[in-house]
Nanobody, 115 residues
Framework: QVQLVESGGGLVQAGGSLRLSCAAS????????MGWYRQAPGKQRELVAS???????YYGDSVKGRFTISRDNAKNTVFLQMNSLKFEDTAVYYC?????????WGQGTQVSVSS
């Protein structure tokens, strides 16, 4: 069982930046896909960005060019660098990792962007 712990959320003004971190309790080398999702009040959870074992990345249309997903294998951590934040980026952000057999979720971290 792998535990995921997110950190780095908070309140920021529009145009600002935040970096989210997702620390895994075990090695992330066996994970096939790692991603960040978000859920705003009254909305469905959506995929923001993902990073495959091969290094291929995916970004949602609303965050392309502003967010960057990366990993540090030595620290078993995945990051989401968020720049040029907008009010509509306000949501709870969740880390997700999927291995060959299991999928793991973090508890979520709140990101609030003031306009």
């Amino acid at each position: 069982q792998v535990q995921l712990v997110e950190s780095g959320g908070g309140l920021v003004q529009a145009g600002g930046s935040l970096r989210l971190s997702c620390a895994a309790s075990g090695s992330i080398l066996s994970m096939n896909v790692m991603g960040w999702y978000r859920q705003a009040p009254g909305k469905q959870r959506e995929l923001v960005a993902s990073l495959e074992r091969t290094g291929r990345t995916y970004y949602g249309d609303s965050v392309k060019g502003r967010f960057t997903i990366s990993r540090d294998n030595a620290k078993n951590t995945v990051f989401l660098q968020m720049n040029s934040l907008k009010f509509e980026d306000t949501a709870v952000y969740y880390c997700n990792m999927a291995g060959a057999r299991y999928e793991y979720w973090g508890q979520g971290t709140q990101v609030s962007v003031s306009s």
